[in-house]
């Protein structure tokens, strides 16, 4: 008996061994609807399964439909998923022996990941990525990198990259650039995420995707993947984008609790580096805000000049006797060359420059409060340009511009602080001491 049981594991490990170097498991699930309510499908027509991205499936994978004759199952066909939703799919029967009927049985592929707490975005997003091709067409997909907010690739940004191109390669229906002489070559040509998308927002840098598109296009590449991450108090903001030279960009978000990553986050593998030949510097954009609270004095003085400049103002609060006791600036507008930034206040915007001469341009309209409650917008709009030259060096070390509005008349209304940081190291040195551990007697013998 145990010589049996013997051969048998021998066998299943012969047999593992001989297809793709593991056991594939499956997901079994049934038919539960036919197009049109039909009490039979044949080749051709859909039906619905109850098996969808929840258990990893993705648009295109193929499922077998079997019918139970007693204790037998009997294969009966093949359909494709049409669309995933998160509990069901659609799938249309690509081919058949007989009729298919709700209950007959479906299986499919389960793909085991590695990281399961990684499953759901990489699911949602390659189903976002495959919903305009036909369910049958391959997608080529380069995945060009995932940053933290300073621009490093990090241990969780492995992760995540890791967990792409597990699912991506264990799918017929993607072609993943895995060669890693021409990763080289993309990585030489792929800009940051920075350079294509307005990272805190939903907005990109539609000349940049252009130009993104025509050079995928160039090299017969679909999709590019690219995303960011940032920290929270809890968890990890991951976003994700992806570029289709068919059918353009898109933006995912997920949160992910930081407990399950929290020394991953930290651990810095590289930072990043343009591509060679691009002569592009770095700078932070960032601004706050000054509330100016006048005294009582200064708000009879204030009140008076702004009802003279602004007849709004006049009808609305001047004339009505309203008072007021704080101004904060408000509808503020940043631009880079003309062109609208979307950015909140105290948070940082990652822009790339090219050599040469760019104008960040910012403004903002004064309000007026009692309290918490806004009682006039003014009409008056306060802008400031600044130009700034750039000359791309080599030190890696961006350039920070940080812009203060005020309200208050006693200070300089919008002001713009730029500097590069350099970290200072400290280092102590110190003597190693020794410690006498006893003595050791050793007998010499001479001839």
């Known amino acids: 008996m145990k010589g049996f049981v013997l051969i048998l594991l021998i066998f299943s490990f012969l047999l593992c061994a001989t297809s793709t170097g593991f056991c594939d498991t499956f997901l079994y699930g049934k038919v539960i ?9 044949a080749t051709g027509e859909t039906v619905v399964v109850n098996l969808g991205q929840r258990q990893g499936l993705v648009k295109g994978d193929i499922l077998k439909v079997t019918k139970k004759d ?7 066909g093949d359909c494709v998923i049409l669309e995933a939703f998160q509990e069901f799919s659609l799938c249309e029967i690509l081919k058949t022996n007989m009729e298919i009927t709700a209950g007959d049985e479906v299986r499919a592929t389960s793909f085991p990941f590695s990281d ?4 759901p975005i990489v699911t949602c997003v390659l189903n976002s990525i495959l919903e305009p091709y036909p369910p049958l067409r391959k997608v080529s997909i380069f995945i060009s990198g995932i940053f933290d907010r300073e621009n490093r690739v990090t241990q969780f940004s492995s992760r995540v990259i890791g967990a792409f191109s597990e699912a991506l390669s264990k799918r017929r229906q993607f072609v993943l650039v895995s060669d890693a002489l021409r990763i080289q070559r993309l990585r030489n040509m792929i800009f940051h995420p920075d350079y294509y998308f307005q990272v805190e927002s939903d ?13 995928m296009e160039k090299i017969g590449l679909d999709v590019t993947i690219m995303g960011t991450y940032s920290l929270e108090s809890q968890n990890i903001k991951l976003s994700i984008y992806s570029i289709d030279r068919n059918f353009g960009p898109k933006k995912f978000v997920t949160r992910i609790p930081l407990a399950f990553y929290s020394e991953t986050v930290t651990q810095v593998i590289e930072r990043y580096v343009p591509p060679k030949g691009a002569r592009l510097e770095q700078v ?7 509330h100016f609270f006048p005294s009582s004095r200064e708000q009879k003085r204030i009140s008076q000049r702004e009802a003279q400049v602004d007849i709004g103002f006049r009808y609305m609060v001047f ?7 704080r101004i904060s600036p408000e509808n503020v507008m940043v631009s880079l060359n003309g062109k609208p930034l979307k950015i909140k206040e105290e948070e940082s915007l990652s822009l790339y420059l090219d050599e040469g001469l760019h104008t960040i341009s910012i403004s903002f309209q004064p309000a007026f409060y009692i309290g918490n409650e806004l009682l006039y917008v003014s009409k008056r ?4 340009d600044i130009v700034i030259d750039v000359n791309p060096s080599d030190k890696l070390m961006p350039i920070y511009v940080d812009v203060i509005l005020s309200t208050d ?39």
């Open 203 to 215: 907005s990109f840098y539609r000349d940049e995707i252009e130009g993104l598109k025509d050079l």
């Open 70 to 76: 007693g204790m037998v199952k009997n294969f009966v």
């Open 381 to 384: 709009r306060i802008s400031k």
């Open 319 to 325: 004339e009505r006797n309203l008072r007021f006791n």
């Open 33 to 41: 609807g036919t197009h049109n309510k039909k009490l039979f499908s």
């Open 116 to 119: 399961e707490k990684l499953r």
């Open 409 to 447: 008349k006693g200070k300089e209304e919008i002001r713009f602080e730029i500097y590069r940081k350099e970290e200072k190291v400290s280092r102590t040195v110190k003597n190693i001491p020794v410690r006498r551990m006893g003595e050791k007697y050793v007998e010499v013998y001479k001839d």
């Open 284 to 290: 932070i954009l960032s601004y706050k805000v000054e």
